[in-house]
């Protein structure tokens, strides 16, 4: 099918490797006028947004207009103090901070290891502070974000780019292992079920984040924490039914292997987040896959049923600007990418908010996001948009490439329904 015919059909459904989010395999090798924040007393959140094709937000035009499509949020620099970054030596999380200072925008690295991150981050530049920080402790957490710990003051936002364990690539195999044992047996629960919500803890009794100008509060509240979650989080708990109905998103190696229940911690730890009373945002990526284009053009979508690629770098850039967008307060989207074409046809939108804008907030649906018949509607949709010619998802192995599905060749980890999980607990 040609792009022009997929990008269509994913325009309709106001949408967005073989993997998913955070668990991916190995990669190969306008004019705008500045406002500056305003804070209020907290208040509801965005209102209700219609769900699939189309959608508006109180006080502004619908967001399939070209003015709107036009509209650039102010610079970020303006918009935040000091943004905390969870994880910010992981593959994600060190883009995630680049992209931040780029920005002049302070930073508060929250790492495991002071002396390992001054190696990979730039701990020249005087916009960033590095904490060594236990993501495991409640207390810990809490207290980086209000003082810093430095004398700088505290974080008014926060990234959570995280994980339960290394994805930094130049840790050894069994520091892998012994962070994904530890993910899998911490009876105190997991940096993902302490820690994140811990962000939220912290950052819910602070000032509201607004933008200055804004026809009313409720269109022009900011997520204070964004979460780097992962698509897929919720279909090892589909019925069996919906599994088989929807299969090329629930029969990917990742659902099938699952290993430790990484996918159910993840969940968990989104549902910790939406409860814990702070204004947010939750992203799931697809296959995180470095060799796929970077600054492409991303597809959003609801309902967990993406299956596609995306490259870091454009997650990172996701990540932040999101922090500068009312559009993407109190929802949760999975995201995947779109290579564009050799003419350049299909560049990146100037400002995603305007899709975002169209998405459901989390509390829609009696607080079950997009209904299941949405969710259906946008897996058919989703599946034209999978790499490779065959388009089989279900079909892949882990380690398994869409390339490799298509001449046939195994992948590095073997035969489907043979291959295991590359990392495993010691003995």
Not at 155 to 161: G, T
Not at 173 to 182: E, H, M, R, S, Y
Request: proline share 7%; hydrophobic share 35%; charged share 20%.
């Amino acid at each position: 099918m040609p792009s022009q015919q997929l990008f269509a059909f994913a325009a309709m459904a106001a949408l967005s490797s073989h993997t998913t989010g955070a668990f991916s395999s190995r990669s190969q090798p306008a004019l705008v006028v500045p406002s500056p924040v305003r804070h209020s007393p907290q208040s509801s959140t965005i209102a209700t947004t219609t769900a699939l094709f189309s959608s508006s937000v109180p006080g502004r035009p619908a967001d399939n207009s070209s003015d709107s499509a036009a509209a650039a949020p102010p610079p970020l620099s303006t918009l935040v103090s000091r943004v905390a970054v969870a994880g910010a030596t992981g593959r994600t999380g060190r883009l995630v901070v680049r992209r931040l200072l780029e920005l002049d925008v302070p930073v508060l690295a929250l790492v495991r290891d002071a002396d390992r991150a001054a190696n990979v981050l730039d701990p020249t530049n005087e916009l960033l502070d590095i904490r060594a920080t236990d993501l495991g402790s409640e207390k810990d957490v809490i207290s980086a974000l209000n003082d810093g710990g430095d004398g700088k003051g505290g974080c008014d936002a926060a990234i959570w780019c995280a994980t339960g364990f290394s994805d930094s690539p130049d840790q050894n195999l069994l520091t892998k292992i012994k962070a994904v044992f530890g993910l899998a047996t911490n009876a105190g629960g997991t940096i993902d079920a302490v820690g994140l919500p811990a962000l939220g803890t912290a950052l819910a009794g602070t000032p509201r984040r607004t933008l200055e100008g804004g026809d009313d509060e409720s269109s022009s509240v900011l997520p204070k924490v964004i979460m780097l979650s992962s698509a897929g989080v919720t279909r090892p708990d589909w019925s069996e039914e919906k599994k088989l109905a929807l299969e090329g998103c629930a029969g990917i190696p990742i659902v099938r292997l699952n290993p430790f229940g990484i996918l159910g911690i993840k969940k968990e730890s989104e549902e910790k987040l939406r409860t814990c009373g702070v204004d947010y945002c939750i992203f799931r990526p697809g296959g995180l896959n470095d060799s796929w284009p970077s600054n492409q053009r991303p597809i959003f979508s609801q309902g967990d049923v993406a299956v596609g690629r995306i490259n870091r770098e454009d997650v990172a850039k996701i990540l932040v600007d999101v922090l500068s967008l009312p559009e993407a307060t109190g929802k949760t989207f999975e995201g995947v990418s779109i290579a564009n074409s050799a003419e350049g046809y299909y560049p990146p939108a100037a400002s995603i908010g305007p899709t975002l804008a169209r998405l459901q907030l989390d509390r829609d649906n009696g607080g079950n996001g997009p209904s299941e018949d949405v969710a259906r509607a946008t897996y058919a949709i989703m599946q034209q948009l999978l790499p490779g010619e065959r388009q089989d998802a279900k079909g892949l192995a882990m380690g398994q490439t869409y390339e490799q599905l298509d001449r046939e060749e195994t992948g590095r980890l073997g035969e489907r329904g043979t291959e295991e999980a590359p990392i495993k607990p010691t003995e």
